[in-house]
């Protein structure tokens, strides 16, 4: 293997590393998933379906992946203690109640990230190169094919190349900031649907 292709692989793997990804936390924190609602609550609890839509603006999005956000909501839903059946179903075929969720990722788009990592790496990382996308994820309530209750929260997430932050890297990274995403803006969403007046 020649010196240059030596390099060039190394390059690579650093930029891999070498840099980190923030969320800057507009999502308002949830204290508690768990159900409002006591054994004295004249509550009957019902059965509901969900549906995911995952979609990116930004081009290929590894970081989540639908199956992600399916076992996410599923496990917060069942945290509640609201619902009776909890079944994940592609919407058209929804129980009388059913719970659309729907997180849309935009921003740098993917040719835009490469070349901005390109550049980084012309520089050998001694400058930093921002990238800034967004999660905003919607819940909507379809009751009897009527849209009853909808909420949403947003997060912006800042993903930065630089060689200094390379010691962050293994805990500020795509995958790990994704996912404490996705927990906190799901949790928020359910704690709004827990909060309605019907609860269920």
Same mark, same amino acid.
């Given at each position: 293997? $020649?010196?240059?292709?030596?390099?060039?692989?190394?390059?690579?793997?650093?930029?891999?590393?070498?840099?980190?990804?923030?969320?800057?936390?507009?999502?308002?924190?949830?204290?508690?998933?768990?159900?409002?609602?006591?054994?004295?609550?004249?509550? $009957?609890?019902?059965?509901?379906?969900?549906?995911?839509?995952?979609?990116?603006?930004?081009?290929?999005?590894?970081?989540?992946?639908?199956?992600?956000?399916?076992?996410?909501?599923?496990?917060?839903?069942?945290?509640?203690?609201?619902?009776?059946?909890?079944?994940?179903?592609?919407?058209?075929?929804?129980?009388?109640?059913?719970?659309?969720?729907?997180?849309?990722?935009?921003?740098?788009?993917?040719?835009?990230?490469?070349?901005?990592?390109?550049?980084?790496?012309?520089?050998?990382?001694?400058?930093?190169?921002?990238?800034?996308?967004?999660?905003?994820?919607?819940?909507?309530?379809?009751?009897?094919?009527?849209?009853?209750?909808?909420? $949403?929260?947003?997060?912006?997430?800042?993903?930065?190349?630089?060689?200094?932050?390379?010691?962050?890297?293994?805990?500020?990274?795509?995958?790990?900031?994704?996912?404490?995403?996705?927990?906190?803006?799901?949790?928020?969403?359910?704690?709004?649907? $827990?909060?309605?007046?019907?609860?269920?």
């Amino acid at each position: 293997m $020649s010196l240059t292709r030596k390099l060039v692989v190394c390059l690579v793997i650093i930029i891999n590393t070498g840099c980190a990804t923030f969320s800057r936390g507009y999502t308002p924190e949830t204290v508690s998933t768990t159900s409002r609602y006591t054994d004295s609550d004249t509550v $009957s609890l019902q059965d509901i379906s969900f549906s995911v839509d995952l979609i990116s603006e930004i081009g290929r999005f590894d970081a989540l992946s639908k199956e992600d956000i399916v076992e996410e909501v599923k496990e917060k839903l069942r945290a509640t203690g609201l619902y009776k059946k909890i079944l994940y179903a592609p919407f058209i075929k929804k129980e009388s109640k059913h719970f659309y969720f729907q997180i849309i990722i935009s921003g740098t788009k993917e040719e835009e990230g490469f070349l901005l990592g390109y550049l980084s790496g012309l520089t050998v990382m001694s400058i930093p190169v921002i990238s800034d996308y967004y999660s905003d994820m919607s819940v909507f309530i379809i009751e009897k094919n009527n849209e009853v209750f909808s909420a $949403s929260a947003s997060e912006k997430i800042i993903k930065i190349i630089w060689l200094p932050l390379i010691i962050l890297s293994p805990l500020f990274n795509d995958y790990a900031i994704a996912n404490k995403v996705l927990e906190k803006q799901v949790d928020y969403l359910i704690r709004e649907i $827990s909060a309605r007046p019907t609860g269920v």
